[in-house]
T-cell receptor, first 116, second 117 residues
Framework: EAEVAQSPRYKITEKSQAVAFWCDPISGHATLYWYRQILGQGPELLVQFQDESVVDDSQLPKDRFSAERLKGVDSTLKIQPAELGDSAMYLC??????WGPGTEAFFGQGTRLTVV | AQTVTQSQPEMSVQEAETVTLSCTYDTSENNYYLFWYKQPPSRQMILVIRQEAYKQQNATENRFSVNFQKAAKSFSLKISDSQLGDTAMYFCAFLTPSGAGSYQLTFGKGTKLSVIP
């Protein structure tokens, strides 16, 4: 069964260091989401791609966060420099399309980031 | 702004009983999609059920069904014959246009459901 792959599963980093997360969506899925989930809360959207284009990054802290999906397939989310408040689970999800049939998002297992 | 409210932070249910999780949302859009997702402890989020706002018939998936009240902007999830494996966080979410040709998938804060043997 096709899955959304994320790596690493866990990451511990010191504050002010750079950290990067990788996501490989389900093959053929044009829409890719990055969410941040603080323990015990719901996911909050950071950035949304349609193919290689960013369609929504209004909640992305652009002074320290960046995201790319250069060939419209896999994606990287970077934080530089990391802050203590960035400790959270970072979830990647993909969907076949952003509207109509196939809008349901499939999630990866996430990357749990701890900033010390 | 699109918002999703889950008013029950935690719930519990006896095994084999029925439980209903509440969700309300706010949007000015007429066409949208609604979802319930399940996140078991330390495991990934999976889709439970999906409802299209233009369909009046409530969606059903085996033991899971929804009560969709469009006028009231309510979308509750009913779990029948609860099983221990249903223990998880449940998130209500909806997908709406968010302007300039984009669409946003917004989640509620979740309800932690515990199934008691």
């Amino acid at each position: 069964e096709a899955e959304v792959a994320q790596s690493p599963r866990y990451k511990i980093t010191e504050k002010s260091q750079a950290v990067a997360f990788w996501c490989d969506p389900i093959s053929g899925h044009a829409t890719l989401y990055w969410y941040r989930q603080i323990l015990g809360q719901g996911p909050e959207l950071l950035v949304q791609f349609q193919d290689e284009s960013v369609v929504d990054d209004s909640q992305l802290p652009k002074d320290r966060f960046s995201a790319e999906r250069l060939k419209g397939v896999d994606s990287t989310l970077k934080i530089q420099p990391a802050e203590l408040g960035d400790s959270a689970m970072y979830l990647c999800a993909s969907s076949l399309s952003f509207w109509g049939p196939g809008t349901e998002a499939f999630f990866g297992q996430g990357t749990r980031l701890t900033v010390v | 702004a699109q918002t999703v409210t889950q008013s029950q932070p935690e719930m519990s249910v006896q095994e084999a009983e029925t439980v209903t999780l509440s969700c309300t949302y706010d949007t000015s859009e007429n066409n949208y999609y609604l979802f319930w997702y399940k996140q078991p402890p330390s495991r990934q989020m999976i889709l439970v059920i999906r409802q299209e706002a233009y369909k009046q018939q409530n969606a059903t998936e085996n033991r899971f069904s929804v009560n969709f009240q469009k006028a009231a902007k309510s979308f509750s999830l009913k779990i029948s014959d609860s099983q221990l494996g249903d223990t998880a966080m449940y998130f209500c979410a909806f997908l709406t246009p968010s302007g300039a040709g984009s669409y946003q998938l917004t989640f509620g804060k979740g309800t932690k459901l515990s199934v008691i043997p």
